[in-house]
């Protein structure tokens, strides 16, 4: 088959070490060694097949969901796996899942606000899954405004006890993971209220069902919520809706690692900062971008490799079609999306470094990067998720008609992944935390205070504001500091102008809100600057392997000048550069994709995705698309028969003209 023989050929084109390049994405060699031994185990076992989701009904669906949970957790027993070979494993399942939530919100959640007797008595319980927990913030009625959380926990002074209630309908926890069906128990959120005061959200372990039968205890009505967007994707997790009627607690199950309440009914803050909640976040968001750039590189795997297969239109005397990855509308479309994906594992891997940065300095009773760290990770989040679902989308068009059936894996991956762009902060709600950051730190600019990470190239603001891009050819545009200097002005006069505007206000709140679609601009602009810097500072790194860092370099200069043609309004409007600029930096790009070109394939190949992994006819390792995508076809439950179920019943009293004539 043709196909095969496309991708050996555009595999020979590689201009650098492929394995190397894998070392690189995955982070490092032993990272690599546990990913690609655990990917392999995953793809060799007939459970965790996933091929035929997309047909199961949802009950089918997510029984196969814990059939396929409970025998993850039996191989990480039996092969005695380290807990970052578990996560990988469980990684590789690829199957939204209750364990997501267990391990990801559950256990991080007691780990970050409950007190050491807490962790020794809950953890133990959590780790070998005796208990499964979710995490149930969110309600009916409240989702980013967690301040609006309606659920209360009463402190009862004669029993000892908090009692947990949901007050109103919108009041009912709405959306947890794990919570509809399985979770045992759950980190609830809810208004801590003593001695008739309201002192704000706190964190509660409430047990949810009967370790013995399964039942819901007494007070308390759960369910799923229902079905979700897609085929198979995010209906093998089990969302929920929990009630409480005067739930009955202990006092000792709520979270007391930064306040307590005491015997007597009294609320105290303990010597714990109330800051090291944001720890706990910038894990979380971090784990988010690193996702984004799984998520995002599954699908260019998928469209590069297929669109290397495809061949369409301008066929030469020889009768053979041109390769629809030699289209310059493709790789303009495409290329930027996996500069993008490379671009974002490596703000990942940064922001692996903060968070061990910020978990080092809290510890320290050091909150000085803070609110830096907490404004960076939110903007990441925010950027990354809403790049990548449009990324994902972008793969599915790249594909034509077959991107649209569910075997080319993209209408799942899609459905899986969006959910992101609302979960752990709605993108546009975070943006707009970024820009208060934004704007109070240009307010502190005369003060003396100095910006800090991230924002320290607002320290220069003031030869930012007059400095002069000096790119005079269309190679210029190559030259690190040069991209800097345009992303950093972008971003500070950006901010600058919204602090400006902002000033004409008598009341900043009425003028926050007026501006707000600006500042989300601003804010955007500052995370883009971040996620191109982080690149560029991969690149000063000691990178080995014949020709790696040169692909690399190709990749970040187009995912800067992608930017950079995109946003061009911002760059002219701020007087960052001239259109002469920019149409230079157009010219470089389209050189920068013909040098992308020969090396596309090999570039997805480095992420190492087995076939498995990927799920996709479209994106097979072989190539071997056609006779595949065909041979698919013949297993849709609806080819079990050649005459179809309601043929004699409507097809057949249609076609013989034998309708009984009905008055409508």
Not at 43 to 70: H, I, Y
Not at 304 to 319: C, E
Not at 542 to 566: M, R, S
Request: proline share 3%; net charge neutral.
């Amino acid at each position: 088959m043709a196909g095969v023989d496309h991708l050996a050929s555009e595999r020979s084109k590689a201009r650098f070490d492929v394995g190397e390049m894998k070392i690189v994405w995955a982070g490092s060699r032993h990272t690599f060694e546990v990913s690609d031994r655990i990917s392999r185990l995953v793809a060799s076992d007939p459970v965790f097949r996933k091929d035929n989701r997309a047909m199961l009904g949802r009950k089918e669906l997510f029984k196969n969901t814990l059939r396929k949970a409970s025998h993850a957790w039996k191989r990480i027993l039996e092969l005695r796996l380290s807990e970052e070979e578990a996560s990988r494993l469980r990684f590789f399942v690829d199957e939204p899942a209750f364990t997501d939530l267990h391990w990801g919100m559950f256990v991080p959640a007691i780990k970050g606000q409950g007190t050491d007797e807490q962790q020794q008595k809950w953890l133990p319980l959590a780790y070998k899954m005796q208990i499964i927990g979710c995490y149930a913030q969110t309600e009916l009625g409240h989702g980013s405004n967690v301040q609006g959380l309606e659920t209360t926990a009463t402190f009862d002074p004669q029993t000892d006890e908090f009692i947990i209630h949901s007050p109103t309908l919108t009041s009912s926890k709405w959306w947890p993971g794990g919570l509809g069906k399985v979770s045992t128990h759950a980190v609830i959120y809810a208004r801590l209220i003593t001695d008739g005061k309201d002192y704000g959200v706190n964190g509660f372990i409430v047990q949810l069902r009967s370790l013995d039968d399964h039942l819901p205890l007494p007070g308390i009505t759960i369910g799923d919520i229902g079905m979700k967007f897609g085929n198979g994707a995010y209906n093998s997790m089990d969302n929920g809706v929990l009630k409480f009627d005067h739930v009955r607690i202990p006092r000792g199950q709520m979270l007391m690692r930064v306040s307590q309440v005491t015997r007597e009914g009294k609320f105290v803050q303990s010597d714990v900062p109330r800051q090291l909640v944001y720890g706990t976040m910038v894990y979380v968001r971090q784990t988010i971008v690193a996702d984004a750039s799984c998520a995002l590189s599954r699908a260019v795997c998928i469209a590069t490799r297929y669109s290397a297969v495809r061949r369409q239109f301008g066929s030469n005397n020889d009768g053979v079609e041109t390769q629809v990855i030699d289209y310059k509308t493709q790789q303009s479309r495409l290329f930027p999306l996996l500069a993008s994906a490379y671009a974002f594992r490596f703000v990942g891997e940064w922001l692996k470094w903060l968070y061990t940065d910020v978990t080092q300095r809290l510890s320290a009773n050091d909150f000085s990067t803070l609110p830096e760290a907490h404004a960076c990770t939110a903007g990441l989040k925010s950027l990354t998720t809403s790049a990548t679902a449009d990324g994902i989308e972008e793969c599915r068009k790249l594909c034509g008609g077959h991107g649209y059936l569910c075997s080319s894996g993209l209408p799942e991956l899609f459905a899986v992944y969006v959910p992101a762009c609302t979960y752990e902060g709605d993108n546009v709600v975070l943006l707009l935390q970024v820009a208060r950051f934004l704007m109070k730190t240009v307010s502190q600019l005369g003060s003396g205070k100095k910006p800090v990470g991230t924002t320290a190239y607002m320290g220069r603001v003031e030869q930012l504001m007059q400095s002069r891009c000096d790119v005079q050819r269309a190679q210029d545009w190559l030259k690190p500091s040069v991209i800097l200097e345009a992303f950093e002005a972008r971003s500070a006069r950006m901010s600058v102008a919204c602090a400006q505007n902002l000033a004409k206000f008598e009341n900043q709140e009425e003028g926050f809100a007026e501006l707000s679609a600006t500042l989300a601009e601003a804010a955007v602009a500052h995370c883009q600057l971040i996620v191109v810097s982080k690149f560029i500072e991969k690149l000063q790194q000691d990178i080995p392997g014949k020709g790696v860092k040169e692909q690399l370099e190709i990749l970040c200069n187009i995912y800067a000048l992608f930017l950079l043609h995109k946003h061009l309004g911002d760059f002219l409007s701020t007087g960052s550069i001239t259109s002469k600029q920019g149409s230079l930096a157009n010219d470089q790009l389209r050189s920068l994709y013909s040098q992308a070109r020969p090396n596309a394939v090999a570039l997805v190949d480095a992420f190492n995705y087995t076939d498995h992994y990927l799920g996709s006819v479209l994106g097979r390792y072989d190539g071997n698309v056609y006779p595949k995508l065909y041979e698919e076809a013949w297993k849709d439950p609806l080819n079990d028969s050649v005459v179809p179920d309601g043929y004699h019943e409507y097809i057949r009293p249609l076609l013989k003209q034998q309708l009984h004539n009905a008055r409508l």
